[in-house]
């Protein structure tokens, strides 16, 4: 294994078993057809059972909607852009090099996606503990408080609190298509609600980006259709 990864290994605190998993979660699409959105769409799914399991315990007297709001805080963009500048991931990414002289190591979004493959890494390679762990020990320095429900909520967040407070289904989110050069793709993503028979699309610089604008879509109809 590169010096490199083994730093990572190190800082992320589990020893991989099979370290092709650590290799793939640090490339990106641009540089290898073995690349790590699958690790990401993975890790996606890991970070939000676990935040969930730490918000429970931590915050034990809010409500759902509450909760569903802290989780939106803690797993957004913004908070995984500054989990992967702590963990150092920026220097060990493998991009192609159009994306790398474009200043692909210190995209946001490229960085939380890394931090998303990493966390679904760990889960192929240990399994949910060993990933629950990694997921606790990112966040123990982030501050975790009621007071984090206040913040505005993204169009996928307020999707999901219309749906839940019907008693309906989450809505499910697929990826269209993609277009343009790797460094600067767009991502066409579908939002399915399947009880109302509703499909929207939206476009984005990224897989979340896109599913955001597929929600914000969703709920501009549902809005017209005074549903």
């Known amino acids: 294994m590169h010096p490199d990864l083994v730093a ?5 605190q589990h020893h991989f078993s ?33 935040v969930a399991s730490l918000l429970y315990k931590r915050l034990s007297a809010q409500p759902e909607g509450d909760l569903s709001r ?23 990414l493998r991009l192609g090099e159009g994306e790398a002289r474009s200043g692909g190591h210190k995209r946001p ?6 931090v998303e493959a990493l966390i679904g890494a760990v889960y192929l390679d240990a399994g949910y503990g ?3 762990a990694l997921v606790h020990r990112l966040f123990a320095a982030v501050e975790i408080n009621p007071q984090m429900q206040a913040a505005a909520k993204d169009a996928k967040t307020a999707l999901q609190e219309w749906l839940q407070g019907r008693k309906m ?19 066409d993503v579908e ?14 610089g990224s897989r979340r980006a896109g599913e955001q604008a597929a929600a914000a879509a969703m709920l501009a109809t549902l809005k017209v259709k005074k549903l």
């Open 191 to 204: 939002c399915h609600i399947p009880e109302l028979a509703l499909t929207e699309r939206g476009i984005g």
């Open 130 to 132: 060993p990933a629950e």
């Open 109 to 114: 979004s490229i960085l939380a996606d890394a």
């Open 18 to 50: 099979d370290p092709t998993l650590l290799q793939r979660a640090v490339t990106h699409r641009s540089f290898s057809a073995d690349h790590n959105e699958r690790l990401e769409f993975l890790g996606d799914s890991v970070l939000s059972l676990a």
């Open 169 to 187: 289904k989450l809505p499910a989110y697929r990826v269209v298509a993609t277009a343009g050069a790797a460094h600067l793709q767009t991502f």
């Open 70 to 92: 802290v989780r939106a805080n803690m797993v957004k963009q913004e908070t995984l852009h500054q989990l992967a500048l702590d963990l150092q991931v920026a220097p060990v």
């Open 8 to 12: 990572l290994q190190s800082r992320l």
